[in-house]
């Protein structure tokens, strides 16, 4: 046994999550090492029929204050803190009775699934570990001597360890168990924090932080020559992160971007009022449609531009169907993602052995309030979710003629859509449909231009006499500075316009509007998309 090479002899476990536990106590005390524990996870092992110390015998002290207080004694922390190569440490240990922590397992009480299940505050403050941090903090950092294990998908390894070094740790794998252990507990207490600051109704606290268990390392980033990985967040939400699933190749970075992308663009669709289908590609929807059916709204999305639809994500707001599945699997498509799918669905995705299907048991919602990071140099931009919804805003009308009922049902759906394109964005739509989309450009004039073009090549595709443009309406997600955005649109042969007004220059394009005999609405309410 070289000198980094640790003995585990004594060990103590403290667990919320008991999957895995007792066989893993056994396989320590089969090594002779000592079980010490605490409340439940002690009466478990002796359960069991394990010898076990309760650590009231460490600490002298019964637990306390509804189980507050039970580790957090000079017993416990000098047992993990104490450096065996260091003559004071070991003197102090000696004259004060502390026996030496070879091993500490704990993971923490269950604070982000007791706010994911909507507890009320006097719940998820009882959810709030003390003694397991200090802990997990004290044992990380006395790596050289400890090993620490925080995750119950560690305990095979730990185990394993043990097996190919007669009963010890190396110096790699305790450092590596650290460096998981320090991020476990800032993952922790940043959902902590998360959650003050929302029940205080801080917007701006003075430190913010963020973390996440992993879901996955990725072959790589955007590019190959970048690493990547994927992270869960505690702010729980159906999408391509909770998904399962069915099939298909390993997600890479861009596929999880771009699902996610068509996913939470899917979830402005009622399921109860409509089918609704939506086809992205490079994070930008190419196609959105709504219809009876799922099959009859893919038939109408894949109408706006079939030829980026290939390739591309598909998200349904319903369960995926046999018709739809056959229909999506005709042309070479990445990823589809539904909230569930039938059998037959299933089966006939299958047939494309690469092609991923993602199930993700539910649909986002539009109006929850949350937070979204963004990193810059140096720094990161935090902000509320865009959680405004169209069907909440109080529409006026600003030109001498209003809008139809068919027109406003249209202008409605156009603003939903513009709400997850890249700015500046124009979106013609017709018939619950999009029939043009203009995506990220610098000037919203070409973003007009070039979604009536695209409308162009759509009808030359389907062999229409005229784009689908005409008689359509068109939605932009911030206001028109200038009337020439707009007449470019009324040039497409739209007919209605929905935007956000409050430009300098609002009453000029209006009165453009009514020169050309044209409705429009607005919104009061802006939807970049950086």
């Given at each position: 046994m070289t000198d980094t090479t640790r003995r585990v002899s004594r060990a103590l476990l403290s667990?919320?999550?008991?999957?895995?536990?007792?066989?893993?106590?056994?396989?320590l005390a089969a090594r002779g090492v000592e079980l010490v524990s605490t409340g439940g996870t002690a009466k478990a092992i002796a359960a069991a029929g394990l010898k076990v110390k309760d650590v009231s015998e460490?600490?002298?002290?019964?637990?306390m204050m509804d189980g507050r207080v039970k580790t957090l004694h000079p017993n416990v922390h000098g047992g993990l803190l104490a450096i065996r190569g260091n003559k004071e440490h070991a003197a102090a240990m000696k004259k004060h009775g502390i026996a030496p922590i070879d091993l500490l397992v704990v993971n923490l009480y269950p604070f982000e699934a007791t706010v994911d299940k909507g507890a009320d505050f006097a719940e998820c403050i009882e959810n709030i570990d003390i003694g397991g941090p200090a802990m997990i903090r004290a044992a990380a950092k006395n790596n050289d001597d400890v090993a620490v294990v925080v995750d119950v998908g560690d305990y095979k390894v730990l185990l394993d360890e043990l097996a190919a070094n007669n009963g010890a740790t190396t110096l790699y794998l305790r450092r590596r168990l650290a460096a998981k252990a320090y991020a476990r507990t800032a993952a922790y207490d940043a959902a902590i924090s998360n959650w003050f600051a929302a029940q205080n109704v801080t917007d701006a606290p003075d430190y913010r932080a963020f973390g996440g268990k992993l879901i996955q390392s990725l072959r790589y980033g955007e590019n190959p020559h970048q690493k990547a990985a994927f992270y869960a967040t505690p702010d729980w939400r159906p999408g391509v992160a909770t998904a399962r699933q069915v099939q298909g190749k390993e997600l890479s970075y861009n596929n999880?971007?771009?699902?996610?992308a068509a996913y939470e663009c899917i979830g402005e669709f009622d399921t109860a009022r409509t089918a609704a289908c939506v086809i992205v590609k490079h994070a930008n929807p190419c196609g959105v449609a709504e219809g009876a059916d799922l099959l009859s709204a893919y038939r109408k999305a894949l109408?706006?531009?079939?030829?980026s639809a290939f390739g591309g994500i598909v998200a349904v707001n319903r369960k995926l169907d046999a018709d739809a599945a056959?229909?999506?699997t005709e042309i070479f498509t990445e990823v589809i993602i539904a909230p569930d799918a039938t059998d037959e669905a299933i089966a006939i995705v299958a047939a494309k052995k690469n092609l991923r299907l993602l199930l993700a048991g539910g649909l986002p919602d539009p109006r929850a309030a949350g937070l979204t990071a963004k990193t810059v140099a140096g720094g990161l931009l935090v902000q509320s979710r865009d959680n405004a919804v169209v069907d909440d805003m109080a529409l006026k009308v600003v030109t001498k003629r209003a809008p139809t009922d068919a027109e406003l049902r249209d202008l409605k759906f156009a603003f939903r859509v513009a709400k997850h394109v890249k700015s500046n964005t124009i979106i013609y739509a017709k018939?619950?449909?999009?029939?043009g989309i203009g995506a990220g450009q610098m000037s919203r004039v070409d973003s007009a231009r070039i979604a009536a073009r695209k409308a162009l090549d759509a009808a030359k595709e389907l062999k229409l006499a005229e784009p689908l443009t005409k008689g359509s309406v068109v939605a932009s997600d911030a206001f028109f500075p200038f009337a020439d955005g707009m007449l470019a649109c009324i040039?497409?042969?739209?007919?209605?316009?929905?935007?956000?007004g409050g430009s300098v220059r609002d009453d000029e394009v209006i009165k453009a509007a009514d020169d050309h005999g044209i409705a429009m609405v607005f919104t009061g309410t802006r939807h970049f998309r950086h």
């Open positions: 667990v919320s999550d008991k999957t895995g536990l007792i066989e893993f106590a056994n396989a460490l600490t002298g002290f019964p637990e999880i971007n771009d699902t996610d109408a706006c531009d079939s030829t056959r229909a999506i018939d619950l449909a999009t029939v040039e497409a042969g739209a007919t209605a316009v929905i935007q956000p």
